[in-house]
T-cell receptor
Framework: NAGVMQNPRHLVRRRGQEARLRCSPMKGHSHVYWYRQLPEEGLKFMVYLQKENIIDESGMPKERFSAEFPKEGPSILRIQQVVRGDSAAYFC?????????FGSGTRLTVV | GENVEQHPSTLSVQEGDSAVIKCTYSDSASNYFPWYKQELGKGPQLIIDIRSNVGEKKDQRIAVTLNKTAKHFSLHITETQPEDSAVYFCAASLQEYGNKLVFGAGTILRVKS
């Protein structure tokens, strides 16, 4: 019974490149949440998705960031034209019941 | 929107002592309050949670208390062990799924042996 799977674990991008982060929820979970954790800070909500639908994107930056959760396949968090300030750990969580289960995260470094 | 404050930011205790971390929240509509433990380089791991219809919950050495009137909740760890050293986060949500979690800033707990 695999948990929430995120890949890659580490991602290095040069300024201006695109970053794609993947999240496969726990089996049977259809709700996915993305959070960002800046160094030595708490987790900040970004977006909540169900299959093929964005439910709450109130935490997403207005530009360069997008997320999807297609009918088949993992959820994708996409960051276009990355800047140094995007360097952070990005965590995905899934539900629907017994609370939220987090993956191990993707650590994005922009150089 | 919801705002969660967490204190202290760092906590050092001697092995075997108790540790208490406190959080306050602002939205009286919040009904679900989980606590997460995060070790270096890993994702947050749920250690205990409490719902608004319960005032206290205990799981072995870990307990959580909730005061809905005062809008605060606390994590209590008894008989601390070195492996309890980690960052602990409290969070609040409208319900246990289907809504975002709002996190506190975290508490670095160091258990000295």
């Amino acid at each position: 019974n695999a948990g929430v799977m995120q890949n890659p674990r580490h991602l290095v991008r040069r300024r201006g490149q695109e970053a794609r982060l993947r999240c496969s929820p726990m089996k049977g979970h259809s709700h996915v949440y993305w959070y960002r954790q800046l160094p030595e800070e708490g987790l900040k909500f970004m977006v909540y998705l169900q299959k093929e639908n964005i439910i709450d994107e109130s935490g997403m930056p207005k530009e360069r960031f997008s997320a999807e959760f297609p009918k088949e396949g993992p959820s994708i968090l996409r960051i276009q034209q990355v800047v140094r300030g995007d360097s952070a750990a990005y965590f995905c969580a899934s539900s629907p019941n017994n609370g939220y289960t987090f993956g191990s995260g993707t650590r994005l470094t922009v150089v | 929107g919801e705002n969660v404050e967490q204190h202290p930011s760092t906590l050092s205790v001697q092995e075997g002592d108790s540790a208490v971390i406190k959080c306050t929240y602002s939205d009286s509509a919040s009904n679900y309050f989980p606590w997460y433990k995060q070790e270096l380089g890993k994702g947050p791991q749920l250690i205990i949670d409490i719902r608004s219809n319960v005032g206290e919950k205990k799981d072995q050495r870990i307990a959580v208390t909730l005061n809905k009137t005062a809008k605060h909740f606390s994590l209590h760890i008894t008989e601390t062990q070195p492996e309890d050293s980690a960052v602990y986060f409290c969070a609040a949500s409208l319900q246990e799924y289907g809504n975002k979690l709002v996190f506190g800033a975290g508490t670095i707990l160091r258990v000295k042996s």
